[in-house]
C-alpha cells in the first residue's frame, strides 16, 4: 500500500519559476588566450521540466542553499525525489514505509475468508507476482529511459541539419517517434506512455489515453485509501471511546475527525508531512508488536480453523491480499532516490530482499490472527483486542492516531495529480492559486469522508478498492507493458506470452469478481 515518500525539506519543484544566472564565456585574446574580460552575468527565469503536468506550487517558500542544484529535486505522483540521494538501508525503510499499513492489519480478514493453508499458499503467490511485476516495471522503465535519449539525439541531429534527414555512419536517420512530453526520471505513468508511443504502430495512439488510466487509476486507489483511514480511525476510536463511557454512533466519530485530517490535508508543504509520517511509523511499529503479544495468546487448536475457505469468499481474499501487496507505484521513485539505483532491482537488492520480510511479516499476521481470532476476526486486527487493558487500548490508539497522521501523505499523492488539471482548466484558480487550492483539498477531503460515510464494512471496502484499483495498477499494466516492449524490440516469446496471458487472467479475474463479491457485501450491510 504505497504512500508519499517523505523528505527532509521540499525546495522549488517543477513547475515553479525560477532565476537561473547564465554565466556567458569571458572575451580571451585569441592569440594567448588570456581573459581580456570577463561578460556579465545575465538572469533569465525558466520553467524547470515544462510540460510533464507534475505538481507545481509556485506560493510556496524556498530556502535557497549554496551550491544546490534545485534541477535535482522532482516531485512526481508517488512522491519527491529529495536533495539527497539515499543509502541501501535508507531506502529498505522507505520500502516497508510504504507498504506496511492498513493492509497488513486486514490480512486476518483476507486469510478468514482464503482459510489458513490456502490462503498462505495464496498469499505467497501472489506477493511473488507482485515483486515480478514491480521488476517488469523497473526493467521497462530502464529501457525507455534509453529509447527517450536516443530519440532526443536524432531529433537534435535532425533540428541542427534541417533537412529530415541525420547522417549516422553514412547512413540515414529515422525520423523520431511523437511521444508525450514525461517526467525525469520516469514515474509509472510515463514509462507506460512511452511503452505505447514507442510501440508497434498499432498502439501508439494508445500512450496519452494510457498515461492518463495509470494516473486515474492512482488517484482513486490513494483517494480509496483515504476513505478506509476514516472508517479505519473511527471504529478503533469507537472502541476507545466506548470503554470509557463516551458511547457514540460510529458516524459521528467519522464527522469528529474531519477537523483534524483537514488541518493536517491543507498542508502543503512536505516538510511538515515527513514529521507526521515519522510519527506514524514509530506508532505502526510499536502497535504490530503489541498486537503480535496479544495474537500468540490463547491460540486455539488448529482444527477449528478452516483450512480452506469457500470459493465464493476468494474473491474477498484476493482484494484484500492486493491491496496489501500493491506497492508498485512506490518503486520507481525508490529506485532514482538512491545513491547506487542498481541496489535497488539486484537479486539481493532493496526490492528482493524487503519484499521478502513483507510477504512473510503479512502471511504470519494474517495466519496468526485468523487463527486466534477466527470468524470472528475484524476488518481490522485492532479491533479484536481486548477493550479492558491499557496495553490493548494503547496499541489502537497507536495505530489509529498512526493512520490519520498518514492520510495527508496518501491525500498528497492523488493532489498533485488532479490540481494541476483542475487549475490548467479554471481561470479563478490561475487568478488566486493558493486559495483555490485550499479550498479544493478541503472539498475532496469532504469526498472521502463522505464516501467513508456510506461504506459500513472496512473488510469488503478494503476488499473493494484492492480488486478494483490495485489489480490493475500492480498485475494488468506491468504485463501489458513487457509484451509491447517485446513485440517492439523482436523478443516476443511463447513463454513469455504465455506467463504474462496467466498474470493477466489472475488480475482481470480477481478485477471482475472481486470487485462484485465486495460490493456485494457492501450492499448486503446497508
Not at 520507481?332 to 530482499?353: A, C, H, S, Y
Not at 479550498?439 to 469526498?447: C, D, E, G, K, S
Not at 511463447?494 to 465486495?518: D, H, P
Request: aromatic share 10%.
Amino acid at each position: 500500500m504505497p504512500v508519499a515518500i517523505s523528505v527532509e525539506d521540499y525546495h522549488g519543484p517543477p513547475g515553479v519559476y525560477r532565476e537561473r544566472v547564465v554565466e556567458p564565456p569571458p572575451l580571451r585574446d585569441p592569440e594567448d588566450g588570456t581573459v581580456l574580460e570577463k561578460v556579465p552575468a545575465e538572469a533569465s527565469l525558466e520553467l524547470q521540466h515544462a510540460g510533464d503536468m507534475r505538481y507545481h506550487v509556485r506560493h510556496h517558500h524556498h530556502r535557497e542553499r549554496p551550491g544546490h542544484d534545485y534541477a535535482e529535486d522532482v516531485i512526481t505522483v508517488q512522491g519527491v525525489q529529495p536533495h539527497h540521494k539515499t543509502s541501501y538501508a535508507e531506502t529498505m525503510m522507505h520500502l516497508f514505509k510504504g507498504n506496511i499499513g492498513t493492509g497488513c492489519y486486514a490480512m486476518g480478514d483476507a486469510f478468514k475468508n482464503g482459510g489458513l493453508v490456502l490462503a498462505t499458499v495464496l498469499t505467497l503467490f501472489i506477493g511473488i507476482v507482485c515483486v515480478h511485476c514491480q521488476h517488469v516495471l523497473l526493467n521497462c522503465a530502464e529501457l525507455m529511459q534509453e529509447r527517450k535519449r536516443e530519440q532526443e539525439a536524432a531529433a537534435s541531429q535532425l533540428d541542427s541539419n534541417g533537412n529530415g534527414k541525420a547522417p549516422a555512419n553514412g547512413k540515414p536517420t529515422e525520423a523520431p517517434l511523437p511521444a508525450p512530453a514525461v517526467s525525469e526520471p520516469l514515474d509509472f505513468a510515463d514509462t507506460v506512455a512511452l511503452c505505447f508511443a514507442y510501440g508497434p504502430p498499432p498502439v501508439r495512439p494508445w500512450a496519452p489515453a494510457m498515461r492518463h488510466a495509470v494516473n486515474i487509476f492512482i488517484c482513486v486507489t490513494q483517494l480509496g485509501f483515504c476513505c478506509i483511514y476514516f472508517v479505519f480511525i473511527s471504529s478503533n476510536f469507537k472502541q476507545i471511546a466506548d470503554r470509557y463511557g463516551l458511547v457514540l454512533d460510529v458516524h459521528l466519530h467519522m464527522a469528529l475527525l474531519v477537523v483534524p485530517i483537514v488541518l493536517t490535508s491543507i498542508i502543503t508543504k512536505l516538510k511538515f508531512l515527513s514529521y507526521c509520517s515519522l510519527a506514524a511509523n514509530v506508532f505502526m511499529t510499536l502497535g504490530i508488536g503489541i498486537t503480535f503479544y496479544y495474537a500468540f495468546q490463547a491460540l486455539p487448536p488448529l482444527a477449528e480453523r478452516n483450512l480452506v475457505g469457500r470459493l465464493d469468499q476468494l474473491p474477498l481474499f484476493y482484494g484484500t491480499a492486493i491491496f496489501a501487496f500493491e506497492g508498485i507505484a512506490l518503486v520507481l521513485p525508490l529506485q532514482n532516490e538512491m545513491r547506487q539505483p542498481g541496489d535497488f532491482g539486484k537479486p539481493f537488492g532493496v526490492l528482493n530482499i524487503g519484499s521478502a520480510f513483507i510477504l512473510l511479516l503479512f502471511t504470519s499476521f494474517g495466519f496468526v490472527g485468523y487463527w486466534r481470532w477466527g470468524e470472528a476476526v475484524e476488518g481490522s486486527l485492532t479491533l479484536n483486542l481486548p477493550d479492558n487493558e491499557l496495553l490493548a487500548e494503547s496499541v489502537k490508539l497507536m495505530i489509529a492516531t498512526g493512520v490519520l497522521l498518514g492520510y495527508a501523505l496518501q491525500f498528497f499523492v492523488a493532489i498533485m495529480i488532479m490540481w494541476p488539471m483542475v487549475e490548467s482548466r479554471v481561470a479563478v484558480a490561475r487568478k488566486h492559486p493558493v486559495y483555490c487550492e485550499m479550498v479544493f483539498r478541503i472539498l475532496m477531503v469532504l469526498v472521502t469522508f463522505l464516501v467513508a460515510e456510506c461504506v459500513p464494512n472496512l473488510g469488503a471496502f478494503i476488499s473493494l478498492i484492492g480488486a478494483f484499483c490495485s489489480s490493475s495498477l500492480a498485475l494488468m499494466f506491468p504485463p501489458l507493458i513487457e509484451l509491447i516492449v517485446a513485440w517492439t524490440n523482436g523478443t516476443l516469446r511463447f513463454w513469455l506470452v504465455a506467463k504474462n496471458a496467466i498474470i493477466l487472467m489472475l488480475a482481470f479475474l480477481g478485477f471482475a469478481t472481486g470487485t462484485y463479491e465486495s460490493m456485494s457485501a457492501i450492499a448486503r450491510d446497508f
